[in-house]
């Protein structure tokens, strides 16, 4: 089965029929939607090491950029408002690009071990020096960029697909199943270099770049 197939498809449009699939939201994930940081908010923020931010162009072409530092990498600068620092990466900015034309974005937020996610939507803005940069430093480094997320929307969702998916459960994790980095990057990348060069370059020289 492919794409090709898709005339025996049978695809939902109608909001009406999509309800009655799905049924009628549970009256509790309903409610949960808040405007405002939590304390607990704060607390899961101040421990969650890493987040996935979505962004969409004007014309609605999507993105979902990941961001990974210590604990805390969401930084808060009120009850309304976070920060995100961007570190030295592969300089594409596709993420960046699109809130300059559209800033509605999408952020969820993990802890590894936790099965539920935090879940933040607001409006953001890229800003390139603040006094809060100080408060980022990592290993010495400010970050070079900042997204700052006004917020509109926060709450946690529950943890079911963490559980269906079991991705905390090492006896579950086949990282070998796959070839390495270099090899699937030599594989579906126009390169120049070699497997063995790229071996190398993704090797322990790779993660004292991360900064």
Same mark, same amino acid.
């Given at each position: 089965?492919?794409?090709?197939?898709?005339?025996?498809?049978?695809?939902?449009?109608?909001?009406?029929? *999509?309800?009655?699939?799905?049924?009628?939201?549970? /009256?509790?994930?309903?409610?949960?939607? @808040?405007?405002? *940081?939590? %304390? !607990? &908010?704060?607390?899961?923020?101040?421990?969650?090491? +890493?987040?996935?931010?979505?962004?969409? #162009?004007?014309? $609605?072409?999507?993105?979902?950029?990941?961001?990974? &530092? %210590?604990? $805390?990498?969401?930084?808060?600068? #009120? &009850?309304?408002?976070?920060?995100?620092?961007?570190?030295?990466?592969?300089? @594409?900015?596709?993420? =960046?690009?699109?809130?300059?034309?559209?800033?509605?974005? $999408?952020?969820?937020?993990?802890? %590894? $071990?936790? @099965?539920?996610?935090? @879940?933040?939507?607001?409006?953001?803005?890229?800003?390139?020096?603040? %006094?809060?940069?100080? #408060?980022?430093?990592?290993?010495?480094?400010?970050?070079?960029?900042?997204?700052?997320?006004?917020?509109?929307?926060?709450?946690?969702?529950?943890?079911?697909?963490?559980? !269906?998916?079991?991705?905390?459960? /090492?006896?579950?994790?086949?990282?070998?199943?796959?070839?390495?980095?270099?090899?699937?990057?030599?594989?579906?990348?126009?390169?120049?270099?070699?497997?063995?060069? *790229?071996?190398? +370059? +993704?090797?322990?020289? =790779?993660?004292?770049?991360? +900064?």
């Amino acid at each position: 089965m492919n794409a090709a197939d898709a005339h025996q498809w049978t695809e939902v449009t109608d909001p009406a029929k *999509l309800r009655e699939i799905v049924g009628e939201v549970n /009256p509790r994930a309903a409610r949960k939607e @808040r405007p405002r *940081l939590h %304390p !607990r &908010d704060r607390q899961w923020l101040a421990v969650s090491p +890493y987040c996935v931010i979505a962004t969409a #162009d004007a014309e $609605g072409n999507c993105d979902a950029s990941p961001k990974g &530092d %210590p604990g $805390g990498i969401v930084h808060v600068l #009120d &009850d309304t408002t976070i920060a995100v620092p961007e570190r030295k990466g592969n300089r @594409r900015v596709d993420g =960046y690009r699109n809130v300059l034309s559209n800033p509605h974005v $999408g952020l969820l937020s993990i802890v %590894p $071990g936790r @099965r539920e996610t935090l @879940r933040i939507n607001g409006r953001a803005r890229v800003v390139s020096d603040a %006094p809060f940069f100080d #408060d980022m430093v990592v290993k010495g480094h400010k970050p070079i960029l900042a997204l700052v997320v006004e917020i509109e929307t926060i709450f946690f969702h529950c943890g079911k697909a963490s559980m !269906r998916s079991e991705i905390w459960n /090492p006896e579950t994790w086949t990282p070998e199943a796959l070839p390495s980095h270099a090899q699937m990057v030599t594989e579906t990348q126009p390169v120049t270099e070699t497997l063995e060069a *790229l071996t190398e +370059y +993704y090797g322990a020289q =790779y993660e004292k770049q991360l +900064y």
